[in-house]
């Protein structure tokens, strides 16, 4: 119950999307995506810090996610979010960069083949420091390590949007439930 708390209170700080004052760069790249059109996303040993809480969730290089110790779903080079227990696809990125979550359904966000996330009228993205710009300015300030390159921003940021998905589908937690 604990862990299951945790991550929520990680979910949530990460559904606010990016920190500080920064602006994500307006993205230019005009993408079109083919029927034949793939995902491709890359997988290494990469950490998403909360920088004011110092935790982080880990993004292992054979795509499983953990948080605090718990390993519930892995992310794969092909774009899907999937739980380990019973291989259930939970989110998936399709060629065009959207987004669809455990329904099925479009969730109204996008992730551009540069690494930019798009939803609504703002946008995230990850700096050359690795910290999430643009967003929510009064967010909690977060850090990708080791997102050396486009592919691997990209699995990040997916990862980040299918966290933030699940947070916002999930019902708050019980207030009057005790551990």
Known sequence: MMKTLSLALLLAAVTACGGGSKSAP?????????MDATVELALAEMKVIDLNKNKALL???DGTIELEGMKAARVTTDGKIV???TGEV???????GAVSGPDGKDLGISLSADGVITTGDKTI??????????????????????????????TALFVLIALTGSASAAPPPDATATP
């Open 83 to 85: 739980k380990i227990d």
């Open 59 to 61: 993004i292992h290089a």
């Open 26 to 34: 307006a993205t230019t790249t005009a993408t079109t995506a083919s």
């Open 125 to 154: 993205s990850i700096d050359a420091a690795g910290e999430l710009i643009g967003g929510n300015p009064d967010a909690p300030r977060m850090k990708i390590e080791g997102a050396t390159d486009v592919k691997l921003k990209r």
């Open 90 to 96: 939970g989110f998936t990125l399709s060629p065009s």
